[in-house]
Nanobody, 128 residues
Framework: QGQLVESGGESVQAGGSLRLSCAASGFTFNNLCMGWFRQAPGKEREGVASLYTDAGNTYYADSVKGRFTISQDNTDNTLSLQMNSLKPEDSAIYYC?????????????????????WGEGTQVTVSS
């Protein structure tokens, strides 16, 4: 049974940086479509970034492009999200997701959120 555990969320000032991590266990870290999503109170869940593990292809939501970077570390099965130039509107619970269907990472299909495995989330709060 696959499991994802996020960490790294905390409160920061606008303009600051955070690095979120997602530790994956129970499945091999290859041929996966992986993603970061976020949900703010009263808002729908939003796809932030995706990554296909075998090729390293990445995709970003327009709202975070140029500020966030998704990456993987195959040595310890970890997915990361480096977040720079944070804004108050980035405040949300951030979730890590993974799915063994690589085609989810083609185009923007990943943003629909139809992933098999999800973490519990980590809170990010950005104050102005």
């Amino acid at each position: 049974q696959g499991q994802l555990v996020e960490s790294g969320g905390e409160s920061v000032q606008a303009g600051g940086s955070l690095r979120l991590s997602c530790a994956a266990s129970g499945f091999t870290f290859n041929n996966l479509c992986m993603g970061w999503f976020r949900q703010a109170p009263g808002k729908e869940r939003e796809g932030v970034a995706s990554l296909y593990t075998d090729a390293g292809n990445t995709y970003y939501a327009d709202s975070v492009k140029g500020r966030f970077t998704i990456s993987q570390d195959n040595t310890d099965n970890t997915l990361s999200l480096q977040m720079n130039s944070l804004k108050p509107e980035d405040s949300a619970i951030y979730y890590c997701a993974a799915d063994p269907r690589p085609y989810l990472c083609v185009g923007r299909r990943w943003a629909s959120g139809e992933f098999r495995y999800w973490g519990e989330g980590t809170q990010v709060t950005v104050s102005s």
